[in-house]
């Protein structure tokens, strides 16, 4: 196969948007075209969180509709990448039992306190090297125990899910099986030890299979537009942070990353993970990355903060475009005081502008005024307490691993900030690398081209010299 005539799609799955993307050739050139976008969100139901897989599931089939129109040529591969944590409940017919609690939903609280009293943190860490967050797969899995026709129900993560629906079979891409909470990195499959002290179903879970894994053919509705006769589903990173730093065209050992958007996922690649009693005590998450490499990072909360301020102005009438607000915050000095920006009431929505007033207060300090300069006082403190996060975690990081770091790559939405990269580059001292904003894309169809063209053993998946070779190629590196 000609290696510069794959027209291939790349859907990236968001938590407040989705992005379907057409990869086509122009004179052996790549031309990315961002074809549908549609907005996305949780949706409150009674007490709880959802997402509307229905909504989101014909949004993606809108998305391919308007590929297979853009194009003549046939569609050789269709992959789709998202937000990790979240499944799907599938009935004995195969389709959606319901809605996906959506990973904010405070029925995990409890269920992590439970998890904890079987399992010690420190053990669980040491079995699956995940990061200990509430929203994980593992805690979600627990609470569903309260219902004991639910918790038998097979079930798929949300990228892989949409997949299924389009003609794949029931699989667990690696680096979205990482971030369940519940992989055991040396043997590449579910922990039965965890699963089993649960009183986890892991008849009920997936095969886990690598990235870059042929998972089958477009059978669906869409199999009848021609440009779809003959497509391939790969599994691509799956995790969106995976796929964003398999979108990352650097070479070398002395480079980190933030993945920015509404989490910042601050880490750098190993080859091995690493469950240190360091590891354990600074909460750092080992995460599936394409290539067979790990993810070593940590959770820190984004832009989250920033928005759900925007909408509570919004909804007060008196917002600010994004560009007048950072441009005014750039005329002030940084806060003498900062907001600790993982304080877990901040992680779940809300009023965001009356809990750091609140905050405030509480430590002695002024809460900021509703007005025009209260909102820029408050976006500045946030933006300069994400920066110090941002320089904490990565100090922690280099501690932890031992690696010497000299680039910062920041990729993903956020990367266009550009007073919180000024920030970021004076707290942490380090050469910023502005990435791609769409990284994640740029990732998914990288590893997608590599499998399409046969670099793929069948342990870890795709090559990641070969993925980083793509990646630059899609960028015109």
Not at 318 to 328: H, Q, S, V
């Amino acid at each position: 196969m000609d290696v510069t005539n794959n027209n291939i799609v790349a859907v990236d799955l968001g938590g407040e948007s989705c992005r379907v993307s057409l990869l086509h050739w122009q004179a052996e050139k790549p031309v990315i075209r961002e074809i549908y976008r549609f907005s996305n969100g949780p949706i409150a139901r009674g007490e709880h969180l959802f997402w509307n897989i229905c909504r989101i599931c014909e949004g993606v089939d809108e998305g391919l509709r308007r590929c297979a129109a853009a194009i003549d040529d046939p569609i050789d591969a269709v992959g789709i990448d998202g937000w990790a944590c979240d499944y799907v409940r599938l009935s004995p017919n195969g389709e959606a039992s319901h809605d996906a609690y959506c990973y904010r939903d405070e029925r995990t609280v409890a269920a992590e306190t439970e998890v904890h009293e079987i399992i010690g943190r420190e053990k669980l860490y040491k079995l699956t090297g995940t990061q200990l967050l509430r929203f994980n797969t593992l805690y979600q899995l627990f609470a569903d125990r309260i219902d004991p026709l639910e918790r038998h129900l097979r079930w798929l993560n949300i990228p892989e899910f949409v997949m299924y629906r389009l003609g794949a079979h029931r699989f667990a891409e690696f680096t979205n099986a990482t971030h369940t909470g519940m992989v055991s990195f040396p043997n590449r499959d579910w922990c039965c030890e965890a699963a089993g002290q649960l009183g986890i179903d892991l008849a009920a879970a997936p095969k886990i299979g690598p990235t870059g894994s042929v998972i089958g053919n477009v059978t669906s509705s869409l199999s009848h537009l021609k440009p779809f006769a003959k497509t391939r589903l790969i599994a691509p990173a799956c995790h969106d942070t995976a796929s964003a730093i398999a979108g990352i065209p650097a070479t070398g050992d002395d480079w980190a990353f933030i993945s920015s958007g509404t989490w910042s996922l601050i880490g750098t690649l190993l080859d091995a993970p690493c469950t240190t009693k360091e590891a354990f005590r600074g909460n750092f998450s080992n995460l599936g990355a394409a290539g067979g490499k790990v993810c070593f990072l940590k959770n820190v909360n984004g832009m989250w903060l920033l928005n759900q301020c925007l909408a509570k102005w919004r909804s007060r009438a008196c917002e600010i475009p994004l560009d007048e607000l950072f441009c005014a915050c750039s005329e002030l000095p940084a806060p003498k005081q900062l907001l600790n920006v993982d304080d877990p009431e901040f992680l779940v929505p809300g009023d965001v502008p009356t809990l750091i007033n609140e905050r405030r207060k509480s430590e002695g300090a002024a809460a900021f005024s509703e007005d025009r300069e209260g909102m820029i006082g408050m976006v500045n403190l946030i933006m300069h307490s994400l920066a110090a996060r941002y320089a904490q975690v990565l100090a922690e990081l280099l501690a932890v691993s031992g690696k010497q770091i000299r680039r910062l790559y920041i990729v993903g939405g956020a990367s266009r900030n550009k007073f919180l990269n000024r920030l970021t580059a004076n707290c942490t001292g380090l050469e910023i690398v502005v990435g791609a904003a769409e990284s994640s894309t740029i990732g998914n169809l990288a590893v997608q081209l590599t499998a399409v063209n046969g670099d793929w053993s069948s342990r870890v998946g795709v090559s990641y010299d070969h993925v980083t070779s793509w990646a630059k190629r899609l960028l015109g590196c």
